[in-house]
């Protein structure tokens, strides 16, 4: 079954779009990212070293396969057939399993976006591998290029580009089929060195040392931008050239720097190479300061979620780290130091490449001579967050309606009715809004809301929620519909989809209380739920509740710390979303809801949800029924007052509007008080009328007092 999976993309490209974050990294004029300072510097110490076979010099992380692949060359023995292997990323230990190549020599690597295929490029025989990653079968095309120097995979149309010094070669994966060399340069001897791919400005990016400048093969037309020179060699730093050649390109897709590493030529006397960057929306360098970090790196990587820059320093065996925030750098490794190389300098270089997991805690470090090993590091410093940047466009375009993805998932719906106490005092709400960010780890991902859900910065808001809230116990029940899509790894795994809508909050009498969703997820086109299923997606102990004037406003902290999930082999994490969320995901998605011991769990913990509402005035209890006052007795001696003698302020009473009271069925008199005035025949005895008459007046005013006092 095929499953999508994210990897570092050729030349360093690791990131996903970042979606969100808090600390911004401006980009002004020609001035190069400035930001506030980390109190720590990023380290990368090492964790362990595995022994991987023969020359592993290019690593692919698989994420979800949980592999490192690596390639094994055994240019001594022309009779052992080279191949594919990988380090197992869950415990660290070398796979027992090898693919045998049909072709000698592998010396590129890449992953296929979907991750079902390893594209492999071999020196010196003109040949190029498609390996299935769940067979280990493999084709060999016949490429034309006899010095192939890597692959870079356009991950919107599939297609494969393998260049050479002289120019790109396209590949169709699919069809099999090869183009003829595409000329990039107009240097009677071009020397391409590098080439990144820019998914946002649909170009490939091409450093050509021979004539020391930048330029661009645009993917749509699929012709080389001669349009697009931007000299790097003369460019001026304090009104100093900068020197040197392009050597390796790493593109930021969050801030829209692509990062350049210049190397002296022969006839300069600096060591170390000078990193510069590009802005590729203002088409202009950045033309304020250089970086140096190692000798002679083979690699250069840009962090998945903290926008730091990392080379591999073949003659210096080290790694260096360039802040965005102070734009310095530091060594985050050292490996003659620890133990894993010897020397520096071009013979006894042995530090290759580095690539880093896709949620940017562990580092991949080859070694390829004498020693053979893959050293493996977990990044430890501050976790600096980052502001994407917009296009850079010049003139604001005009305001347009927001496209609006529209919800595919259940209706909303209906919450617990309120019971015991809290049913007799529930009020209705229909107006409620909920806000949550998920977490700090969650902006690092592309997110698109789904109905009349929106965004800000990086919180969820979903309004109109309805349901109840009892104020004399705190209790409440509110559901709201539509959600939110989250592409973890949208430039490198578009398939990779978590989908969440209709939350339910529930609060209890003792201020706990769940939050739950209809979640689906997507591996790839064969991976996936069967549909929605509503889970929960967060609890809360100690919610707070306040209420004033009918406005109501409730924070809950999801738990967190403390509680554990126990993984497959029988361990325990001591911090996680709740089990039956985490468990209900593919086991491959699962450790970004749990603590694992990497330098991003922090990350990982989950924000406070926030949600305001008014409360509907609850419902009065019934009226009940007042007995009616009895009518006082009349002295038959006493003659009734004339209606036109009756006390004035009886008059205005009796002039209001009577409200209608509620009818009560009077009790039977007894027959002895019905003769009282009837007498036995029914007949009125002599002066009853008059009596009678008296009684209504006296009965009419107390019906008015007693309703006066209601």
Known sequence: MTQTVPTKPARGIIATLLSAALLSIPIAGGSAPAAQASNEATTLPMETAVTMGAVPRDIVVDDFRERAYVLNSYVSDSDKPDEVTW??????????????????????????????????????????????????????????????????????????????????????????????????????FPNVKDVEYDPTNKVLWIAEGRAGVLTAFNLETGKWDESVSVPLSTAEIDGAEIGGRPQLLAYDHNLGLLHISMRARLSENWTNDRVISFDVFERKLLTDRFVEVGANPYEMVVHPLTSEIYTSNGHSNSVSVISPATWQATDAVNFNEIGITEGTGSGNANTWDIAFSGGGDTAYVSHPYKT?????????????????????????????????????????????????????????VSDATLNWAISDYAAAWKTTPLGAVTKTDAVFNWAGGSGWYSEKTGEAAIAWGEGVKIQHYEQLVPDLITTIGNPVLTVNADKTGTLSYDVKWTLSADTKSDGYKRVTLATFKDVVVKAENGKVSVTATPEWEGREYQLADGSKSNASYPAEFINYLDPQMRPWWYRTGASMDAAKTPLPVTLAFTAATAPAAPAQPQPQQPAQPVDPAQPAQPADQANPADQA????????????????????????????????????GAMLLAAGVVLIAARFAAAARR
Do not use: C, M
């Open 372 to 428: 053979a090993k893959i050293t493996v590091h977990k990044r430890q410093g501050d976790f600096p967050k980052v502001t994407p940047r917009d296009n850079g466009a010049q003139t604001p375009a005009p305001p347009t309606t927001p496209e609006v993805t529209p919800w595919d998932g259940p209706a909303t719906p209906a919450v617990t009715p309120a019971s015991g106490e809290a049913a007799a005092s529930a009020a209705s």
């Open 653 to 688: 009473k009796l002039s209001q509007p009577v409200p209608e009271q509620p009818k009560q069925q009077q009790p039977e008199q007894p027959a002895k008080q019905q003769l009282a005035v009837t007498g036995g025949s029914g007949e009125l005895l002599p002066g009853a």
């Open 87 to 188: 380090l197992n990323t869950a415990d660290n230990t070398p796979s027992t399993t090898s693919w045998p190549l049909k072709a000698k020599e592998p010396s590129a690597l890449e992953l296929s976006p979907d991750g079902s295929k390893l594209y492999i490029a071999h020196y010196r025989n003109s040949k190029f591998s498609i390996v299935d990653t769940e067979t280990g079968e493999s084709e060999v095309l016949d490429i034309g290029t006899k010095f192939p120097a890597g692959i870079v995979v356009d991950r919107g149309s599939g297609s494969v580009y393998v260049y050479d010094s002289k120019g790109l070669i396209v590949i169709d994966p699919e069809t099999k089929t090869v183009s003829d060399l595409i000329k990039v340069s107009n240097e009677r």
